[in-house]
């Protein structure tokens, strides 16, 4: 069994910045791959970010190109999802998620469907005010 909590977010002005971590205990490898998610009020899921657990590869969400950075630390077993430049549009819960399947090539439009994740945390609020 894995799980995945989430901190870091909060209540912030357009503009400015949040580090999402998402901290892995029980049975973690650092080859999976890892990848964070949010879901704004009224809205399904979406796909922001992955990172590979096999080569450090990297995919985002096209609107926070440029903006956000996921990274990993494989030592304390946690991921990170950096957030500069924030807009209210990023005013969402993150999710953090585990890919199913250790070792996987990570493809951009595989990636992004949630179904192939099957650990997930309870999610952290992050709210941009305008």
């Known amino acids: 069994q894995v799980q995945l909590v989430e901190s870091g977010g909060g209540l912030v002005q357009a503009g400015g910045s949040l580090r999402l971590s998402c901290a892995a205990s029980?049975?973690?490898?650092?080859?999976?791959?890892m990848a964070w998610f949010r879901q704004a009020p009224g809205k399904e899921r979406e796909f922001v970010a992955v990172?590979?657990?096999?080569?450090?590869?990297?995919y985002y969400l096209d609107s926070v190109k440029g903006r956000f950075t996921i990274s990993r630390e494989n030592a304390k077993n946690t991921v990170y999802l950096q957030m500069n430049r924030l807009i209210p549009e990023d005013t969402a819960v993150y999710y953090c998620?585990?890919?199913?399947?250790?070792?996987?090539?990570?493809?951009?439009?595989?990636?992004?469907?949630?179904?192939?994740?099957?650990?997930w945390g309870q999610g952290t609020q992050v709210t941009v005010s305008s």
């Open positions: 990172i590979s657990g096999s080569d450090g590869r990297t």
């Open positions: 029980g049975r973690t490898s650092s080859n999976y791959a």
């Open positions: 998620a585990r890919d199913s399947r250790a070792g996987r090539a990570v493809l951009p439009q595989m990636a992004q469907m949630a179904q192939r994740y099957d650990y």
